[in-house]
Nanobody, 124 residues
Framework: QVQLVESGGGLVQAGGSLRLSCAASGRTFSSYAMGWFRQAPGKEREFVARISRSGGSTYYADSVKGRFTISRDNAKNTGYLQMNTLKPEDTAVYYC?????????????????WGQGTPVTVSS
């Protein structure tokens, strides 16, 4: 198993930036692909970005492409989501998740481990 803890959320003005972190403990972090998801009030959880075990492959939702960057440092057992040019519609609770699947996936049901979430609020 792997335990995940997010941090770095907060309140930011539109156009600003935040960097979220996801600290992993337990089994070897590099054994898991990682994803970021978000859930806005009254909406379903949605995929934001994913990264492969090595960090060599990434994929983004169209809504964040070009503004967000997912990365990981396996030596530090930590994943990151750099969020730039934030918009009010980015307001949500952000979750990191991990999966041990052998295929790439953006489906939340394919992720086995989840953090508790960190809130991000973007004011206009």
């Amino acid at each position: 198993q792997v335990q995940l803890v997010e941090s770095g959320g907060g309140l930011v003005q539109a156009g600003g930036s935040l960097r979220l972190s996801c600290a992993a403990s337990g089994r070897t972090f590099s054994s898991y692909a990682m994803g970021w998801f978000r859930q806005a009030p009254g909406k379903e959880r949605e995929f934001v970005a994913r990264i492969s075990r090595s960090g060599g492959s990434t994929y983004y939702a169209d809504s964040v492409k070009g503004r967000f960057t997912i990365s990981r440092d396996n030596a530090k057992n930590t994943g990151y989501l750099q969020m730039n040019t934030l918009k009010p519609e980015d307001t949500a609770v952000y979750y990191c998740a991990a999966n041990a699947r052998t295929y790439y996936t953006e489906s939340s049901s394919s992720y086995d481990y989840w953090g508790q979430g960190t809130p991000v609020t973007v004011s206009s």
